[in-house]
Antibody, heavy 120, light 110 residues
């Protein structure tokens, strides 16, 4: 079945970088763009950006531009999100998601989430 | 960071109906579809409603959505203990050129 499987929990120090992976299966990887969303403790969901799995084009949320890099590897059907210059308020659960059977503004397939803790 | 405003919590007894509101603006709900998600503790969000009032395959018809102007609502009828979760609204925002989400509403089944 259609599935997104993310990499495991990360603990990082302030100023470091984290790279989260999202491995897709059950569909043709290049057909659907990958959206990245995060949820900080006690906060709502926050959109980080989107990457086309077809050509690598990205649409990044303004507040993350310059700090986030989104890439894909078609050979392994895997998307990556790297966030640099980590701060304590980057502590959150990070999700990848796709709009598989629904319009592009809704997300019906989600990864299980990757918990990232930023602490000195 | 959440652009769409929801009440933080609501509670109701089993079998009853609960309604969750989501308030936005002219750049998001006012001109684009609203989606609703359920997040059970420790799990990824699950899409309940898309395009204001459509349910993905497999989602119970106890969940229904509506929209009017710059606000939307999710109704859960016949409330069950397993409905105890966090519920988020979402909509595309033309100013942001990306999706925005609600602050989340925690539903407690008494």
């Amino acid at each position: 079945q259609v599935q997104l499987v993310q990499s495991g929990t990360e603990v990082k120090k302030p100023g470091a970088a984290v790279k989260v992976s999202c491995k897709a299966s059950g569909y043709v990887f290049s057909t659907y763009g990958i959206t990245w969303v995060r949820q900080a403790p006690g906060q709502g969901l926050e959109w980080m950006g989107w990457i086309s799995a077809h050509n690598g084009n990205t649409n990044l949320a303004r507040e993350f531009q310059g700090r986030v890099t989104m890439t894909t590897d078609k050979s392994t059907s895997t998307a990556y999100m790297e966030l640099k210059s980590l701060r304590s308020d980057d502590t959150a659960v990070y999700y990848c998601a796709i709009s598989w059977g629904v319009p592009a503004d809704a997300f019906d397939i989600w990864g299980q989430g990757t918990r990232v803790t930023v602490s000195s | 960071q959440s652009v769409l405003i929801q009440p933080p919590s609501a509670s109701e007894t089993p079998g009853q109906r609960v309604i969750i509101s989501c308030s936005g603006g002219n750049s998001n709900i006012g001109i684009n579809s609203v989606n609703w998600y359920q997040r059970l503790p420790g799990t990824a969000p699950k899409l309940l409603i898309y395009r204001d009032n459509e349910r993905p395959s497999g989602v119970s018809d106890r969940f229904s959505g509506s929209k009017s102007g710059t606000s939307a609502s999710l109704a859960i009828s016949g409330l069950q203990p397993e409905d105890e979760a966090d519920y988020f609204c979402g909509a595309w925002d033309d100013s942001l050129n990306g999706p925005v989400f609600g602050t989340g509403t925690m539903i407690t089944v008494l």
